[in-house]
């Protein structure tokens, strides 16, 4: 608890995040260049797929960051709505914008490896609709997040729905396990350990730190130019008042 | 150069992968991009109101550094 109000200070919590901005960025950098080299160049092809597999390094992340940034937006939100948190509150909203983005990239990058791999962009299966459905609770989040004039109540109902639709995240998860779907069953997260070779996994999980800490990068710099437009609001207002 | 070519053509999927790895390029720094303009753009109309009342702005709940100790 302690914890918690002690980063709900905005200022705090910016003397906080401004240095360690640049070591994430370097860091993000660093992961996604030795990840990229280790895809395109010595990854080898897959003997089944042939180099389409390449897809997995661009797709598999970002779906995996498309269901990570939801899950960190319903705790932010979560937080926000209960202890009246403002930094938790700007930290869902600006989550919201970046998951969302994640989620197309899963959903554009799956389309065009559907074609080769299954024949169609498209199938209306559980796991590509679970995942249609995560973009517009993304798109859902955002457009009732700024509906209201009165930014605490945008943020309470957002929260809610936020909330409500965390039920599709296992869905989404254990889609290909419940339902019979064209996609392809986990290879990575599963009880039993990874099933794809180390001269896959290593490039996968590299790209897979390196979109974290993108997100992480990105986040801060947003939440850092959100906290400072919402001391130039009350600025203003109390120019205008005096 | 075969090579390259051969390297672009990805085994007949190039038309598959590059759009995969380019759309995720141009996204995702688009928004690293429009984020840090907007910081300072932000950062900028802050220290211009800051300058007009002569005194650095922290909202009422918090408590200023230089107060602290």
Known sequence: MAMIEKYANPNRFLRIARPLIPWIGGITLLCLGIGLYLALFVSPADYQQGESVRIIYVHVPAAWMAMFCYTSLVISA???????????EIAARETASIGAIFTFLALLTGSLWG???????WVWDARLTSMLVLLFLYIGFMALNSAFDNAQRGAKA????????????PIIKFSVDWWNTLHQPASVIRMDG?????SMLIPLLLMAVGYSFFYLW?????????ITAGKIRTLRQRHAQA | MVTISSFLEMGGYGAYIWPCYGISAILMIAIYVTSVRTLKENRAILNSLEKDTMQPFNPPNSVNPEQQN
């Open chain 1, 194 to 198: 990874p099933s794809i070779h180390s």
């Open chain 1, 115 to 121: 074609k080769p791999m299954w024949g169609t962009w």
């Open chain 1, 158 to 169: 957002s929260a809610i729905l936020a909330m409500v639709g965390f039920i599709n995240i």
């Open chain 1, 78 to 88: 979560g937080v926000g709505l209960i202890w009246k948190h403002p930094v938790a």
């Open chain 1, 218 to 226: 990105v986040l801060l710099i947003r939440m850092d130019s959100a």
